[in-house]
């Protein structure tokens, strides 16, 4: 039995899909979300609740402290085991998230760059952490690796680090370690179905969210988390938490904020649905009427059962 993948943009409902689905043919939930794999960010990152994770075996969540590294790579070779050991039990691998990076790695392979070198982080991070500091560690890696510095963003430290270490490392800039692509052949057999709702429902289904999870408490959340970690962390980072550190710090007032994770979430669903519509063997399901789209996905996971 191949494994089952569960994506969809943010906010579609693939956790209460995938819950079902393994309820009903006995599967375990793996997680592929790069911010529901830390420890206590759990509204803004709309982590499943305990509840859920009584219902069924629930793997990969709360694995990883915010101040540690981790990639793509990292993920492939921590949650192949798992899913091995899942199907070794007679039991189903049912993914679910929405980092498809991570996804990809673990079906189709990463190429082996080379690993993390401490001391080279530990001086880049001291660049990083001066005034002007992540500006210049962009400029850079726009002089040594133009195609990287094009792609990442300056505000994304840890991707810059990352690229800067490898150039260092290898010689080679990390643009010419090609990642698996769209076409790229899959190691894994994997049925993938994809969640889709029209664009003004689904807008309407991110809005709330975000409505939601600042009502729930997310800015509190993000307080006691700044407590804990460096705001340099990579989950305060993500959409939602950026911002709530930013009211937290006095940068942002909530209305403000609620807004700007408004519209990050929307561009975030739009890059997740480009990135989807590009891969292949996807079976498209309508999430609009629950029901059917459960009595879909459960057809097409029991056909290759």
Known sequence: MPLAVIAGPTGVGKSDLALRLAERVGGEIVNYDSIQIYRRFNIGSAKPTESARRRVPHHLFDVLEADQEFNAADYSRMARPVCDDILARGGTPILVGGTFFYLRALLSGLPEMPGRDESIRARLRSIAERKGGSERLHRWLSKIDPQSGKRIAPADRHRVERAIEVWIISGRPISEWEPPTAAAAEEIPAVKIALTLERSQLTAALDQRVEEMYASGLVEETKRL????????????????????????????????????????????????????????????????????????????????
């Open 226 to 305: 700044l407590a804990m970690y460096s705001r340099s962390a990579r989950p305060f980072g993500a959409i939602g938490y950026r911002e709530a550190a930013a009211v937290v710090a006095g940068e942002l007032d909530l209305e403000s904020a609620v807004t700007e994770t408004k519209r990050r979430t929307r561009a975030y669903a739009k890059r997740q649905m480009t990135w989807l519509r590009a891969e292949h063997n996807v079976h498209w399901i309508d999430a609009a009427d629950g029901e059917k789209s459960f009595a879909a996905a459960l057809r097409l996971i029991e056909g290759e059962s």
